[in-house]
Nanobody, 112 residues
């Protein structure tokens, strides 16, 4: 069982930055891929970024060059550094472990 808690969301103007933090507890996440998904109102949940236990990273095309995912298993933490934010990045951002365990989400709002 893995528990995930996200933090770091908020409201920023376009062009600004935010860093999301996902803190994990329990067992098993160290060897699992960790990811960030987002869901905007009226839209389906979509992958933003993922990082495997071995450090393989994948990004959605819409965030490449602007977002960076990282993890530190010793700190039980995964981060999503978001820069050059756009209004279309507005969504609830969810942390996941292996697509099986999910956090409660954190709201990110980007105003133009």
């Amino acid at each position: 069982q893995v528990q995930l808690v996200e933090s770091g969301g908020g409201s920023v103007q376009a062009g600004g930055s935010l860093r999301l933090t996902c803190t994990a507890s329990g067992s098993g996440y160290e060897t699992s891929a960790m990811g960030w998904y987002r869901q905007a109102p009226g839209k389906e949940r979509e992958l933003v970024a993922l990082i495997s236990s071995g450090g393989y990273i994948e990004y959605a095309n819409s965030v490449k060059g602007r977002f960076a995912i990282s993890r530190d298993n010793a700190k039980s933490t995964v981060w999503l550094q978001m820069s050059s934010l756009k209004p279309e990045d507005t969504a609830i951002y969810y942390c996941t472990s292996a697509g099986t365990y999910w956090g409660q989400g954190t709201q990110v709002t980007v105003s133009s």
